[in-house]
Each structure stands twice: as structure tokens, then as C-alpha cells.
């Protein structure tokens, strides 16, 4: 999570290296795709498609109703792809500041589907709604930086806002341990060897441009917020996270 009460400072900076290294790494090599430099931010990647189109394969995700995806460039494809299945999804707004948003596909117009996966598309077609009022979600995609393909650890760009979203969700019954967690990155992106923390939230499959990746000996989900790494900062930036604190 964003605040770093309790945290062991030699794991932030572990962190932190592997996420360097493979954003360098990203860009040494070419595979790191628009919006350039890939540092600081969930980077989108060449393949990004074909990754899409391998998660989506996922029984889970094709059985599912109510999906949630991040908002963020590589999982644009994603997005996309799961309205025109006619796919309900849960969109967080950047940084949460504007809670979540429901998309409906019967909702957005014939050819808007592209439109609707963007950030703004996303504001303009979808419409906000109070977490506790969303519905079941049956499946999750999320960004990552890095993932082990082992242990499905995963690391996000630092924030901590996939941690807080599921922290949210599963605190209010919308997500469960059994809902799968999904991450689309590419090969150059799994790693093994990282750290986690108490509210980090591994993944239970990771999709690249060349395979999928079923995680066996992944840690349990986190069942809600934990609020002793919650700081007030945090709280000053989420307006969702100071309503359920109160």
C-alpha cells in the first residue's frame, strides 16, 4: 500500500531495485512501447495484444460477467476486448481519486468500444459508482512492473493502488480468495526473487506475448485493507479510503 507504516526499509529498496532493473532493462532492449520512458509507471510493452489475447483465453475470464481491470496503457487491449465479449467491467479511476467506474457494455454505442477502453473514454461512457454498491466481480487483471512466475508475487509501480482496490473490494465481498487475479506483462517482466509484504496481492496467472504462466505455490490474497500501512497521507488522496476509515 501507499504508506509505509511498518515496513522494512531494506524491502522497499529491494523493491525498488527490481523495478529499476526491469525498466532499464525494458528500454535497452526495445520492447518498451508508448508512453516513453517506461520508468515510473506501469509500462506498456510490445505484445501487449497477444498477451490480451492469452488472458482472455482464461476459462475464468471467459465464464465471467463482471471483470476489473486496471486503467493502465498495456491492458488497453484488454479492456477493449472484454466489451466486445459483452463483458460488464470495474475501472478504477487514476490514483482512485475518482472511485470506480462501471462500464456496461449495453451502455456504450455500437463502435465506441475502443473509445470506452481509454482513460477518458472510461470517464465519458462509464459511470462512477459507490464501491459498496458494485456488483460481484468474478475475475481481475492487473498492471505489473515485475511477477514472479513461481510464487506470483507481483510489483506494481510503488504506489500500492492494486493492493488498496483489492483491499477495498475484498473488504466489502466483492472479491474473494478465489477470484483470479490476472497480470498481462512482458517476458522480460517475470522475475523471481521478490519480496512481499503482508498486502501485497500476487497473481494467479500472468499472460506474456509467448505463453501463460499458471501460478501453483502463490501466497494467500489479502481479506481487506490492512490499515496499519495505511498512512495519512493516503488518507488524504483517497477520498474512498477516508469514507470506509470513518
Same mark, same amino acid.
Given at each position: 500500500?501507499?504508506?509505509?507504516?511498518?515496513?522494512?526499509?531494506?524491502?522497499?529498496?529491494?523493491?525498488?531495485?527490481?523495478?529499476?532493473?526491469?525498466?532499464?532493462?525494458?528500454?535497452?532492449?526495445?520492447?518498451?512501447?508508448?508512453?516513453?520512458?517506461?520508468?515510473?509507471?506501469?509500462?506498456?510493452?510490445?505484445?501487449?495484444?497477444?498477451?490480451?489475447?492469452?488472458?482472455?483465453?482464461?476459462?475464468?475470464?471467459?465464464?465471467?460477467?463482471?471483470?476489473?481491470?486496471?486503467?493502465?496503457?498495456?491492458?488497453?487491449?484488454?479492456?477493449?476486448?472484454?466489451?466486445?465479449?459483452?463483458?460488464?467491467?470495474?475501472?478504477?479511476?487514476?490514483?482512485?481519486?475518482?472511485?470506480?467506474?462501471?462500464?456496461?457494455?449495453?451502455?456504450?454505442?455500437?463502435?465506441?468500444?475502443?473509445?470506452?477502453?481509454?482513460?477518458?473514454?472510461?470517464?465519458?461512457?462509464?459511470?462512477?459508482?459507490?464501491?459498496?454498491?458494485?456488483?460481484?466481480?468474478?475475475? =481481475?487483471?492487473?498492471?505489473?512492473?515485475? =511477477?514472479?512466475?513461481?510464487?506470483?508475487?507481483?510489483?506494481?509501480?510503488?504506489?500500492?493502488?492494486?493492493?488498496?482496490?483489492?483491499?477495498?473490494?475484498?473488504?466489502?465481498?466483492?472479491?474473494?480468495?478465489?477470484?483470479?487475479?490476472?497480470?498481462?506483462?512482458?517476458?522480460?517482466?517475470?522475475?523471481?526473487?521478490?519480496?512481499?509484504?503482508?498486502?501485497?496481492?500476487?497473481?494467479?496467472?500472468?499472460?506474456?506475448?509467448?505463453?501463460?504462466?499458471?501460478?501453483?505455490?502463490?501466497?494467500?490474497?489479502?481479506?481487506?485493507?490492512?490499515?496499519?500501512?495505511?498512512?495519512?497521507?493516503?488518507?488524504?488522496?483517497?477520498?474512498?479510503?477516508?469514507?470506509?476509515?470513518?
Amino acid at each position: 500500500m501507499g504508506g509505509r507504516g511498518g515496513r522494512d526499509p531494506a524491502v522497499i529498496r529491494a523493491k525498488a531495485e527490481i523495478r529499476r532493473a526491469v525498466w532499464d532493462r525494458m528500454e535497452r532492449e526495445g520492447v518498451a512501447a508508448f508512453p516513453l520512458p517506461p520508468h515510473g509507471r506501469i509500462p506498456n510493452f510490445r505484445g501487449a495484444e497477444s498477451a490480451c489475447r492469452r488472458a482472455l483465453a482464461i476459462p475464468e475470464i471467459m465464464g465471467a460477467a463482471v471483470v476489473k481491470v486496471n486503467p493502465d496503457s498495456p491492458q488497453r487491449p484488454c479492456r477493449e476486448a472484454l466489451l466486445g465479449m459483452g463483458k460488464v467491467l470495474v475501472v478504477p479511476t487514476p490514483r482512485l481519486r475518482g472511485g470506480f467506474l462501471l462500464l456496461d457494455p449495453s451502455a456504450i454505442p455500437r463502435g465506441r468500444a475502443s473509445e470506452a477502453a481509454t482513460i477518458g473514454g472510461a470517464a465519458r461512457w462509464g459511470r462512477s459508482v459507490d464501491p459498496r454498491e458494485l456488483p460481484r466481480i468474478d475475475a =481481475v487483471i492487473v498492471g505489473s512492473v515485475a =511477477v514472479s512466475p513461481r510464487t506470483g508475487a507481483r510489483l506494481g509501480k510503488s504506489h500500492g493502488y492494486a493492493e488498496l482496490e483489492w483491499g477495498i473490494l475484498a473488504g466489502l465481498g466483492k472479491v474473494v480468495e478465489r477470484t483470479p487475479v490476472v497480470t498481462t506483462v512482458h517476458d522480460i517482466q517475470l522475475v523471481d526473487g521478490i519480496p512481499v509484504e503482508p498486502f501485497d496481492l500476487p497473481v494467479d496467472y500472468a499472460a506474456t506475448p509467448t505463453r501463460l504462466i499458471t501460478v501453483e505455490a502463490r501466497p494467500p490474497k489479502p481479506h481487506g485493507i490492512l490499515w496499519e500501512y495505511v498512512d495519512e497521507a493516503l488518507l488524504g488522496e483517497v477520498p474512498i479510503l477516508r469514507a470506509l476509515a470513518r
